[in-house]
């Protein structure tokens, strides 16, 4: 979740007094540092004018549109609970069956449904409309439908089972709940980057081993080289819903695939493809899947915690209106949501930082791996048909969940300085 913010830097200028016998002493320059900040200008003032004024206008628009993705699912949340939807929901399962443990299952679909219904139009917009706006989707709205409706489905499942563990927890736990809660989201998010790969990826997606040695070799030889024991590479036909470049290393426990996208292979170039291959070896080897499960466990306990103790709150002061007798109550789930949805809004920054400061991490890693530093720059460049290149400091620390492209362009040139005898 991401807000417009705008900080106005001050310029202060000092004068320095000269005499006859002194001279004005500046601070030495570092000719590597020098040579990366005019090669960086250099790629980045190679992009078109209005291909920038594109990109950035796409992605300073992604603040708005996830500002109002969370204003309008709170208000969705809110709406449930005002009207007594939610509590009507919650009695539906009570006379379905009499085992309480079961009953979750049953409101789960019911809650998903609705919530997705309402949210459609704003779906429609931000992810068919815009993105079709801005030349990055390539799928007819029928196709687009077909693939929402899999994610619903997905989550229909995937969501009934997290729920009856969860509200197993939720009734059985007491006061640590919020240890026990987030511990059961933890191993659901790790099942589910554990199977996805394999099971779930290839329902929108076709996969297929790539073929061509000139492309596959290189990358295998990487993979070898920094302990990754595969014998292939798959790609994908990503181009069936978008233009965006991409790869991953993604999987877990066994499932891992090495994977990138056809738009990669069709626009990228040789050293291009190595560079960015490197980049995603780097989250393998250094084991960003599992720091970032440790991460997220830490955020989400200590979101529980909040939201329990907002959750006691608000429940009691609303309790004839809303019919919410306690955390385990179902006809509580739309007031859970709120408080952890509003609680991740406001750690948006933070959640960006961890991120990005991986992402850099893999980023020198990949330099290291594939010694492609102007494949990496290219490779940025082609990053920026929808993110921003040249965002402020600021901007960047806030917003950025990846390393802008001026800051990874400067790391690939400063790393190739590094590298001159």
């Known amino acids: 979740m991401r807000f417009a913010c705008i900080l106005l830097a001050i310029g202060l200028s000092i004068g320095h007094l000269e005499t006859a016998d002194a001279q004005p002493r500046q601070a030495p320059v570092d000719p590597a540092i020098a040579g990366a900040d005019a090669a960086t200008a250099a790629y980045l003032a190679s992009v078109p004018a209005d291909r920038r004024g594109r990109s950035d206008s796409y992605f300073e628009g992604g603040y708005w549109v996830s500002l109002s993705q969370f204003l309008w699912s709170s208000i969705i949340l809110i709406a449930l609970l005002h009207t007594g939807l939610s509590a009507r929901l919650r009695d539906v399962p009570a006379h379905v ?17 609705l919530t997705s219904v309402l949210g459609f139009p704003l779906s429609v917009f931000t992810d068919f409309w815009r993105e079709h706006q801005y030349g990055l989707a390539t799928q007819t709205f029928g196709a687009w439908f077909g693939d929402e409706m899999k994610g619903l489905g997905l989550g229909l499942v995937l969501g009934a089972v997290l729920m009856l563990v969860l509200y197993a927890v939720l009734r059985r736990a007491g006061r640590t709940w919020w240890i026990w809660g987030a511990a059961v989201s933890m191993a659901f998010m790790s099942f589910v980057a554990t199977i996805g790969p394999v099971y779930l990826a290839p329902l929108f997606n076709t996969y ?7 492309m596959r070799d290189p990358i295998l030889k990487m993979a070898h080289a920094n302990g990754i024991d595969t014998s292939e590479v798959w790609e994908v036909d990503a181009s069936r819903q ?5 790869a991953n290393v993604s999987g877990m426990f066994g499932t891992q695939r090495i994977t990138l996208n056809d738009n990669l292979l069709k626009r990228a170039s040789p050293a291009a493809l190595q560079a960015v291959m490197g980049h995603e070896i780097g989250h393998h080897v250094l084991n960003h899947v599992y720091e970032m499960l440790a991460y997220i466990s830490f955020i989400i306990a200590i979101g529980f915690a909040v939201t329990g103790w907002a959750f006691t709150r608000l429940a009691a002061r609303y309790r004839e209106r809303w019919s919410v007798e306690g955390i385990a109550d179902l006809a509580g789930l739309p007031l859970l949501a709120l408080v952890l949805g509003a609680y991740l809004f406001v750690l948006t920054p933070v959640l960006n930082t961890i991120v990005r400061t991986n992402e850099f991490e893999a980023d020198m890693f990949g330099l290291n791996a594939a010694r492609q530093p102007e494949g990496f720059a290219e490779a940025a460049l082609l990053l920026g048909d929808y993110r921003k290149l040249d965002p402020s400091p600021l901007e960047e620390l806030i917003f950025f969940d990846h390393p802008s492209g001026r800051t990874r362009i400067h790391a690939a040139m400063q790393w190739k300085a590094s590298q001159k005898p």
């Open 242 to 246: 978008s233009t965006r470049i991409s």
């Open 208 to 214: 297929k081993p790539l073929e061509n040695p000139a």
């Open 97 to 113: 069956t009499r085992f309480r443990w079961l009953q979750p299952a049953i409101y789960w679909p019911g809650f998903l449904l």
